[in-house]
């Protein structure tokens, strides 16, 4: 069973900076974190495969940075956030999945874990 934990949320002003993490336990290959405001879908962020292949939604390129560090026992995956703007006020979470891909997928669909979610908050 897979298990996802995930920290680093809160709130900053309007080009500040947070970092979330997510520490997985047991056998994953895509990982990848996505967000979700109120009545709306649930997006993807970014993702990364077991060799460090990573995507990106256009709305965070140049601003979101994915990445993630293994060992023989969890995996946990990071996400850092530079020039925060309202707009990026969501829910986050972690994703993962033990499918290998060459690219992992942005859709929600093809993920089978989920973390908690994290509180994000961008002030203007």
């Known amino acids: 069973q897979v298990q996802l934990v995930e920290s680093g949320g809160g709130s900053v002003q309007a080009g500040g900076s947070l970092r979330l993490s997510c520490v997985a336990s047991g056998a994953i290959y895509c990982m990848g974190w996505f967000r979700q405001d109120p009545g709306k879908e649930r997006e993807g962020v970014a993702t990364?495969?077991?060799?460090?292949?990573?995507?990106?939604a256009d709305f965070v390129k140049g601003r979101f940075t994915i990445s993630r560090d293994r060992d023989n026992v969890k995996n946990t995956l990071y996400l850092q956030m530079n020039s925060l703007e309202p707009e990026d006020t969501a829910m986050y979470y972690c994703a993962a999945s033990r499918t290998y891909r060459r690219l992992c997928p942005s859709s929600s669909l093809d993920y089978d874990y989920w973390g908690q979610g994290t509180q994000v908050t961008v002030s203007s």
């Open positions: 990364i495969s077991g060799y460090t292949g990573t995507t990106y």
